[in-house]
C-alpha cells in the first residue's frame, strides 16, 4: 500500500479523533438522560459506544494514518521509530485540536453549550493509578498485537477499553487528547482542568515504560 501523505494522515487522524469524542460525549449524554439516575445503566450506554466506535474508526482510518487517535500511542510510535518527530509534533496537535471538536460537535447535537468547563471531580491515587494501569493495558494490546495479529488490533483495542471503563478506578481515559477535550464537558464523562495534569502525567509515564518494556520482550523473540 502507498503511504498517504501528510496533509491526508493529519485529516485521518482529525477525523478519527473527533468521531471518538463525539462518541465518548454523545454516549456519555445520552447514557446519563436516559438511565433515570442509575449510573452504571449510564456508564454501560458509554462503554458499549465507546469501545464500538473504537474498532469503526480503526478500520476505517488505521490504513491512512495508523488510527493513533491519542498522544499516548504516538509517543510510543515515535520511541519506536514508526513516526519521525515532525510527524509526530503534528498528530499531537491534530489529535489534541480536533478532540475539542469532537466534544462540540456533541454539546451541539444535544443542544449544549459547544465548550463547557467540567466540574467532575476524578482525583487521587487510585484514580491515577487507574490511568496509568488503563495506558499500559492500551499499549500492550497495541505494540502486542501488531507483532502477531495485525489484523485483530481494531478489535482488541475496542474489547480492552470496554473492559477498562469497567476494572480501573478512571474508567480508562488512556489518552492525554480525550483527557483534555472531556475537561471541556460538564457531563456524565468530564473531568475538571485540574485534575487533567495528574491523569496526564500518569499516561505519558505509563507509555514510555510499556513501550521500553516490549522493546524488551521482543529483543528475545527468535525469528
Same mark, same amino acid.
Given at each position: 500500500? +502507498? *503511504?498517504? @501523505?501528510?496533509?491526508? /494522515?493529519?485529516?485521518?487522524?482529525?477525523?478519527?479523533?473527533?468521531?471518538?469524542?463525539?462518541?465518548?460525549?454523545? $454516549?456519555? %449524554?445520552?447514557?446519563?438522560?436516559?438511565?433515570?439516575?442509575?449510573?452504571?445503566?449510564?456508564?454501560? #450506554? =458509554?462503554?458499549? &459506544?465507546?469501545?464500538?466506535?473504537?474498532?469503526?474508526?480503526?478500520?476505517?482510518?488505521?490504513?491512512?494514518?495508523?488510527?493513533?487517535?491519542?498522544?499516548?500511542?504516538?509517543?510510543?510510535?515515535?520511541?519506536?521509530?514508526?513516526?519521525?518527530? #515532525? @510527524?509526530? *509534533?503534528?498528530?499531537?496537535?491534530?489529535?489534541?485540536?480536533?478532540?475539542?471538536? !469532537?466534544?462540540? *460537535?456533541?454539546?451541539?447535537?444535544?443542544?449544549?453549550?459547544?465548550?463547557?468547563? $467540567?466540574?467532575?471531580? /476524578?482525583?487521587?491515587?487510585?484514580?491515577?493509578? !487507574?490511568?496509568?494501569?488503563?495506558?499500559?493495558?492500551?499499549? &500492550?494490546?497495541? %505494540? !502486542?498485537?501488531?507483532?502477531?495479529?495485525?489484523? &485483530?488490533?481494531?478489535?482488541?483495542?475496542?474489547?480492552? %477499553?470496554?473492559?477498562?471503563?469497567?476494572?480501573?478506578? $478512571?474508567?480508562?481515559?488512556? =489518552?492525554? +487528547?480525550?483527557?483534555?477535550?472531556?475537561?471541556?464537558?460538564?457531563?456524565? $464523562?468530564?473531568?475538571?482542568?485540574? @485534575?487533567?495534569? +495528574?491523569?496526564?502525567? +500518569?499516561? %505519558?509515564? &505509563?507509555?514510555?515504560?510499556?513501550?521500553?518494556?516490549?522493546?524488551?520482550?521482543?529483543? #528475545?523473540?527468535? @525469528?
Amino acid at each position: 500500500m +502507498a *503511504a498517504y @501523505d501528510l496533509p491526508r /494522515r493529519l485529516a485521518a487522524e482529525g477525523l478519527g479523533t473527533a468521531f471518538l469524542l463525539a462518541g465518548v460525549v454523545g $454516549s456519555g %449524554i445520552m447514557g446519563e438522560t436516559l438511565a433515570g439516575g442509575n449510573t452504571a445503566i449510564a456508564l454501560l #450506554g =458509554n462503554t458499549i &459506544a465507546t469501545g464500538a466506535i473504537l474498532v469503526v474508526l480503526i478500520l476505517v482510518f488505521g490504513p491512512i494514518s495508523g488510527a493513533h487517535f491519542n498522544p499516548a500511542v504516538t509517543l510510543s510510535f515515535w520511541m519506536q521509530k514508526a513516526i519521525g518527530t #515532525g @510527524d509526530a *509534533a503534528a498528530y499531537m496537535v491534530t489529535q489534541i485540536i480536533f478532540g475539542l471538536v !469532537g466534544v462540540a *460537535a456533541a454539546h451541539f447535537m444535544f443542544d449544549l453549550p459547544l465548550l463547557d468547563w $467540567s466540574t467532575n471531580t /476524578r482525583t487521587g491515587p487510585g484514580q491515577w493509578g !487507574g490511568e496509568f494501569v488503563a495506558t499500559v493495558g492500551l499499549l &500492550a494490546t497495541i %505494540i !502486542g498485537c501488531l507483532r502477531s495479529r495485525p489484523e &485483530a488490533v481494531p478489535y482488541a483495542v475496542g474489547l480492552f %477499553i470496554t473492559a477498562g471503563y469497567w476494572f480501573t478506578s $478512571s474508567t480508562s481515559f488512556a =489518552n492525554p +487528547a480525550v483527557t483534555i477535550a472531556r475537561c471541556f464537558t460538564d457531563t456524565f $464523562s468530564g473531568i475538571r482542568p485540574m @485534575d487533567a495534569p +495528574a491523569f496526564i502525567a +500518569a499516561q %505519558i509515564v &505509563a507509555a514510555i515504560l510499556v513501550t521500553l518494556l516490549f522493546r524488551w520482550l521482543f529483543a #528475545g523473540q527468535r @525469528d
